[in-house]
């Protein structure tokens, strides 16, 4: 696995409050800091899945439930939104900087 490096800074007693969890876990704290941040990472991407979710399948619940559709179906039908919103957004993003900026002439 590649692995890639930064830098943090920390204050001493941040610093020091690190070493001694690294060191009751017996790990290092390079390792300690970077299962920190997965699962940092992972608890903030499921919070915002969860939220874009429920908004989304509150703003479908009236259509939905004039459609007769389980709730199951509409959490379905949210994520491929979702997915598709996603997706248009990443491709613009991609192409433009693909691009590169427009040359007036």
Not at 71 to 94: F, G
Not at 100 to 105: D, E, R, T, V
Request: a neutral charge; glycine letters at 4%; aromatic letters at 2%.
């Amino acid at each position: 696995m590649e692995a890639k490096r930064i830098t943090i800074r920390v204050s001493p007693k941040l610093h020091r409050r690190l070493c001694r969890a690294a060191s009751g876990e017996s790990v290092s704290l390079n390792s300690l800091a970077t299962k920190a941040l997965e699962e940092y990472v992972q608890t903030h991407a499921q919070e915002s899945e969860r939220l874009a979710l429920r908004e989304l399948g509150d703003l479908l619940a009236p259509a939905a439930e004039a459609d007769g559709l389980t709730e199951e179906e509409l959490l379905r039908h949210a994520r491929q939104v979702r997915q598709r919103i996603w997706q248009e957004r990443y491709l613009a993003q991609t192409v433009q900087s693909q691009s590169g900026p427009s040359q007036a002439g």
